[in-house]
């Protein structure tokens, strides 16, 4: 069988874009997302997953159980991005925020343990600049990047004992199909989809050796501030 990958958040968006680059390096992927995929591949399987689930987290995995002991590469695309005022946020948004991008990883990352190949599997996790800078009306949604990067920073030395590699990409502001519902938002100066994949295919080419614990890419003039 090709090398296989699982790929969270491929509805579209950076999740899609890794899909369709892990399969033009002959990967077989699965996908997972709440709501269908565009991509049509004979060696891409779409997997109907809401990560805040743990039902569907386990069913996931046992689809690709069912296909395969080990996993080569994890990336994890899948994110709630809100942003609004702090006055206006409720409490219930910062607990949908944590739910999806810190509660599910975690569940996940504990249900995928089992599919690790030692020394090869390579997670892929995708921040937003926001784990590192401040920005206003990202209350809830930074919050929860802080807290997914002292999850993953702990995880990563637990798993230390698989030799396996962790990337981190923190990223500016990127133009994705999320801006549309923030029409007033100017997206001139955000990176590229393309942008992404050039950096996400350099380091899936990159030797085995090499280790990229942390990544951060901006737009040469800018990000939202």
């Given at each position: ?165 962790f990337s981190n990409f923190y990223l500016g502001a ?18 590229k989809t393309s942008d992404y994949k050039y950096i ?26």
């Open positions: 069988m090709n090398k296989v990958a699982i790929v969270l958040g491929t509805s579209s968006g950076l999740g899609l874009e890794s899909a369709r680059s892990l399969l033009d390096r002959g990967f077989f992927v699965f996908g997972g997302s709440r709501t269908e995929s565009t991509l049509i591949h004979e060696n891409f399987e779409d997997i109907e997953l809401d990560i805040t689930q743990e039902d569907q987290i386990k069913s996931f995995i046992r689809e690709v159980e069912a296909e395969t002991d080990v996993v080569d590469v994890l990336v994890n695309a899948a994110a709630m991005c809100e942003m609004g005022a702090f006055s206006d946020s409720s409490a219930l948004d910062l607990r949908m925020h944590l739910e999806t991008n810190v509660i599910g990883y975690f569940n996940f990352l504990k249900h995928f343990e089992s599919l690790i190949f030692a020394e090869e599997t390579h997670i892929i996790n995708l921040f937003s600049i926001s784990a590192k800078r401040y920005f206003p009306n990202t209350a809830s949604y930074t919050a929860g990047e802080f807290a997914k990067k002292g999850m993953l920073g702990v995880i990563e030395k637990e798993w230390k004992k698989y030799l396996i590699r990127v133009d994705t199909p999320l801006w549309e519902e923030y029409p007033e938002v100017d997206t001139s100066n955000m990176l996400f295919e350099s380091i899936l080419d990159a030797p085995k050796s090499i280790q990229f614990p942390e990544l951060t890419f901006l737009h040469k003039d800018g990000f939202l501030d």
